[in-house]
């Protein structure tokens, strides 16, 4: 599965952006999805994820209170909005795909367990 993160930009802090991720495959519902980031200097962090129906999500606890991970199966796009931005937020965020037919009943989802990653989308948030 192809994806297409967007929405990213440039917010002050306490602001709200919401990123959009686009998938090309009409079997979009038997993808768990997940959101990461990287900043500078940094490796790639999870963020979020969401189960393939959109039943569970989870949620890092950096963000958790503040984000909400959702999907749209009707439109093949899974969604983060952010609210009440941090400084610390200000990263590459990046969409991923975890097949249901590589399912290992791992709950959440480890970063290698994504098999399809999108090209990322910059937030930057300015204090």
């Known amino acids: 599965v192809q994806l297409q993160a967007s929405g990213g930009g440039l917010v002050q802090a306490g602001g709200s952006l919401r990123l959009s991720c686009a998938a090309s495959?009409?079997?979009?519902?038997?993808?768990?999805l997940g959101w990461f980031r990287q900043a500078p200097g940094k490796d790639r962090k999870f963020v979020a994820t969401?189960?393939?129906?959109?039943?569970?999500?989870y949620y890092a606890d950096s963000v958790k209170g503040r984000f909400t991970i959702s999907r749209d199966n009707t439109k093949n796009t899974v969604y983060l909005q952010m609210n009440n931005l941090k400084p610390e937020d200000t990263a590459v965020y990046y969409c991923?795909?975890?097949?249901?037919?590589?399912?290992?009943?791992?709950?959440?989802?480890?970063?290698?367990?994504?098999?399809?990653w999108g090209r990322g989308t910059q937030v930057t948030v300015s204090s």
């Open positions: 969401i189960t393939w129906s959109g039943g569970i999500t």
């Open positions: 495959r009409r079997t979009f519902s038997n993808y768990a």
């Open positions: 991923a795909a975890y097949s249901r037919s590589d399912y290992n009943n791992n709950w959440p989802p480890s970063e290698t367990d994504f098999g399809s």
